[in-house]
C-alpha cells in the first residue's frame, strides 16, 4: 500500500468513527441486554428467500439439535406454527412506521396479528430500539405472555477494526444492517451461538431486476410464500417511494459487504457461520449441505 493511499484510507476511517460516534451517541441505547438464554450452541436462522421450502422438505433432519431464528413476514405463513422458532427477528422499518405508505401498514397488521394470535410457546421478539417510539405494533403483541420483546441498536458502525469491535462487543451498533439477515448473524453471536447456519438465503435478487421505459426501477423480491405470485416492485425508502437503479444497487452492495464484516468479527469470537442455501449469492461465508450435516449427525 503507498504512503497516500495509506493516508486517504486514514483519513476516511477517521471520519468513519466521528459519524459511528455521534450516531451511537444520539441513538443507541447503553441499556441493550441481549439474552444469552438457549437450548442449542448451534443456531439456524431461516431467511425468507424461494427455495426455504424445497430444503426443509428435502432435509427435515437438518433442523434437529438447532434452536430456530424466523425473519420478518415467516409468521404470517403456515410454517411458523409447524416449526415454532424460539427467536424472531425483524429489521424493517416500514413494520413499526405509520407515516408509510398504506400497502405496508396492512401488511404489517396482519403480521402481529399473527404473531399475537399464533404464538403459544416461548418466543423472544428482537426488533430495534426505534420501534419502542411506536406503540401500534405493540398494542397488537402485548396481551401475549409467551412473547418477551427484546431491543437492541442497529446502529451502523463503520472505521477502524478495534473501534467497530469495541461497538460490536458492546452490542452498540452493527455493520450496516441494510436487511434482516445481519442483524440476525449479529443477535446470534451476541447470544453466544458458536455455530450458525443459514437456510433460504437466496439472496437472489440481481436478475430480478428490470427497468421499464418510464424509468422505473423494479425488483421482484421472491420469498418462498409468494415465489409464484409475487412481480416487480420499486423498492421503497423506509416504507416510502421508490428508489433509482444506484440507490437500489448500493443498498445491495453494502449488504453484501457487512456480510464480510460480520465473518471477520465471528472469526474473531471464534464463531462459525454456514451457509447451507443453495444458489446463495452471499459469498461470504463456507458453503455447507444439509445432507452433509445430517449425516455427519
Given at each position: 500500500?503507498?504512503?497516500?493511499?495509506?493516508?486517504?484510507?486514514?483519513?476516511?476511517?477517521?471520519?468513519?468513527?466521528?459519524?459511528s460516534?455521534?450516531?451511537?451517541?444520539?441513538?443507541?441505547?447503553?441499556?441493550?441486554?441481549?439474552?444469552?438464554?438457549?437450548?442449542?450452541?448451534?443456531?439456524?436462522?431461516?431467511?425468507?428467500?424461494?427455495?426455504?421450502?424445497?430444503?426443509?422438505?428435502?432435509?427435515?433432519?437438518?433442523?434437529?439439535?438447532?434452536?430456530?431464528?424466523?425473519v420478518?413476514?415467516?409468521?404470517?405463513?403456515?410454517?411458523?406454527?409447524?416449526?415454532?422458532?424460539?427467536?424472531?427477528?425483524?429489521?424493517?422499518?416500514?413494520?413499526?412506521?405509520?407515516?408509510?405508505?398504506?400497502?405496508?401498514?396492512?401488511?404489517?397488521?396482519?403480521?402481529?396479528?399473527?404473531?399475537a394470535?399464533?404464538?403459544?410457546?416461548?418466543?423472544?421478539?428482537?426488533?430495534?430500539?426505534?420501534?419502542?417510539?411506536?406503540?401500534?405494533?405493540?398494542?397488537?403483541?402485548?396481551?401475549n405472555?409467551?412473547?418477551?420483546?427484546?431491543?437492541?441498536?442497529?446502529?451502523?458502525?463503520?472505521?477502524?477494526?478495534?473501534?467497530?469491535?469495541?461497538?460490536?462487543n458492546?452490542?452498540?451498533?452493527?455493520?450496516?444492517?441494510?436487511?434482516?439477515?445481519?442483524?440476525?448473524?449479529?443477535?446470534?453471536?451476541?447470544?453466544?451461538y458458536?455455530?450458525?447456519?443459514?437456510?433460504?438465503?437466496?439472496?437472489?435478487?440481481?436478475?430480478?431486476?428490470?427497468?421499464?421505459?418510464?424509468?422505473?426501477?423494479?425488483?421482484?423480491?421472491?420469498?418462498?410464500y409468494?415465489?409464484?405470485?409475487?412481480?416487480?416492485?420499486p423498492?421503497?425508502?423506509?416504507?416510502?417511494?421508490?428508489?433509482?437503479?444506484?440507490?437500489?444497487?448500493?443498498?445491495?452492495?453494502?449488504?453484501f459487504?457487512?456480510?464480510f464484516?460480520?465473518?471477520?468479527?465471528?472469526?474473531?469470537?471464534?464463531v462459525?457461520?454456514?451457509?447451507?442455501?443453495k444458489?446463495?449469492?452471499?459469498?461470504?461465508?463456507?458453503?455447507?449441505?444439509p445432507?452433509?450435516?445430517?449425516?455427519?449427525?
Open positions: 500500500m503507498s504512503f497516500i493511499l495509506f493516508i486517504q484510507n486514514f483519513i476516511k476511517a477517521s471520519f468513519q468513527v466521528v459519524e460516534c455521534a450516531k451511537i451517541l444520539l441513538l443507541s441505547k447503553f441499556s441493550n441486554k441481549i439474552s444469552p438464554e438457549r437450548k442449542s450452541k448451534k443456531v439456524l436462522i431461516l431467511g425468507n428467500g424461494p427455495s426455504l421450502t424445497n430444503d426443509l422438505q428435502s432435509h427435515p433432519n437438518f433442523l434437529t439439535g438447532k434452536d430456530l431464528i424466523c420478518n413476514h415467516f409468521p404470517s405463513t403456515g410454517l411458523y406454527t409447524e416449526l415454532k422458532p424460539s427467536i424472531y427477528i425483524t429489521a424493517a422499518p416500514d413494520l413499526w412506521l405509520d407515516d408509510i405508505d398504506e400497502r405496508f401498514v396492512i401488511q404489517s397488521k396482519i403480521l402481529f396479528d399473527n404473531i394470535n399464533k404464538t403459544t410457546w416461548p418466543l423472544e421478539f428482537y426488533i430495534p430500539f426505534e420501534a419502542r417510539k411506536h406503540k401500534r405494533w405493540l398494542n397488537q403483541i402485548s396481551h405472555t409467551h412473547i418477551q420483546i427484546r431491543y437492541y441498536n442497529n446502529i451502523p458502525v463503520e472505521g477502524w477494526s478495534w473501534f467497530k469491535y469495541l461497538c460490536f458492546n452490542k452498540l451498533g452493527m455493520p450496516r444492517p441494510h436487511n434482516v439477515m445481519i442483524p440476525s448473524l449479529m443477535i446470534s453471536i451476541w447470544k453466544g458458536n455455530k450458525i447456519y443459514l437456510l433460504g438465503a437466496d439472496h437472489s435478487w440481481l436478475s430480478e431486476i428490470s427497468v421499464t421505459d418510464s424509468n422505473e426501477v423494479l425488483i421482484n423480491q421472491k420469498h418462498f409468494d415465489s409464484q405470485s409475487s412481480s416487480g416492485q423498492l421503497d425508502k423506509r416504507g416510502k417511494g421508490k428508489r433509482n437503479l444506484s440507490e437500489l444497487l448500493h443498498k445491495f452492495t453494502t449488504a459487504a457487512s456480510y464484516e460480520i465473518r471477520a468479527y465471528a472469526e474473531r469470537k471464534k462459525t457461520v454456514l451457509n447451507a442455501t444458489g446463495s449469492f452471499i459469498d461470504a461465508f463456507d458453503r455447507i449441505k445432507e452433509q450435516e445430517e449425516y455427519e449427525g
